[in-house]
């Protein structure tokens, strides 16, 4: 680690030094679903963090899956 750069921090006592930490973004859900407003956005990532299966992890399936549970697509109607 380079002196001129802090540890980082990630809450409860995890750092850097004994911890790592992946971070999804509203950003990655609005790669997904750009219908979705970030606070929507916010409350997918919220819902994956609290369903998630430890042992299959999070990845950009779960991701649209949450997100389409939590905000169903709106079916297109066709004239």
Known sequence: MNIEEKP???GYGYND??????????EDVKGIRPDLSDDECLEVLGYVDRR????????WETIE??????FPKKE???A
């Open 8 to 10: 980082l921090n990630y």
């Open 17 to 26: 030094s004994n911890s790592i930490a992946i971070i999804w973004s509203i």
């Open 52 to 59: 998630h299966d430890a042992s299959l992890g999070v990845c």
């Open 65 to 70: 899956l949450h997100a389409d549970y939590c």
């Open 76 to 78: 297109r109607v066709t």
